[in-house]
């Protein structure tokens, strides 16, 4: 049993890759997360309004259809924009990823500054 939004839509999203066609999955579906899973509405994050509308207006069908195989369940898939440059942005990537992502400034510390003890 899947028992996150996140979980149901990386489901969805592995069995939509042998569906659709490499360039539509790379540019509408690859940046989307699971954001969450409330009574029969799955939310999912898209990065731009005009992502948001292509899917709901091209592959809305498919998207529901292949949501219900996964859970087992009638679900509504819901949209959510989530501006790029935000906190949010920045956490819908590091789960499209499949990879938590750095902040910004904290990466490793320059040769030399490390602290003697």
């Known amino acids: 049993m899947l028992h996150s939004a996140q979980q149901l839509w990386d ?13 539509s999955y790379e540019t509408w579906l690859r940046d989307t997360a699971g954001l969450s899973l409330d ?3 799955l939310t999912v994050g898209v990065p731009t309004p005009f992502a948001a509308e292509w899917l709901e207006r ?20 819901r ?14 990537r590091a789960h499209a990823d499949g990879s938590p992502q750095e902040p910004e400034g904290k990466g490793s510390p320059e040769p030399g500054s490390y ?3």
């Open 58 to 77: 091209r592959l809305y069908a498919l998207l529901q259809r292949s949501v219900e195989d996964v859970a087992k369940q009638p679900l509504q898939v």
């Open 79 to 92: 949209f959510q924009v989530v501006p790029r440059g935000t906190q949010a942005h920045q956490d819908l």
């Open 39 to 41: 009574g029969q509405v």
């Open 115 to 117: 602290n003697d003890e």
């Open 11 to 23: 489901t969805v999203l592995g069995q939509l890759q042998l569906q659709v066609a490499r360039t």
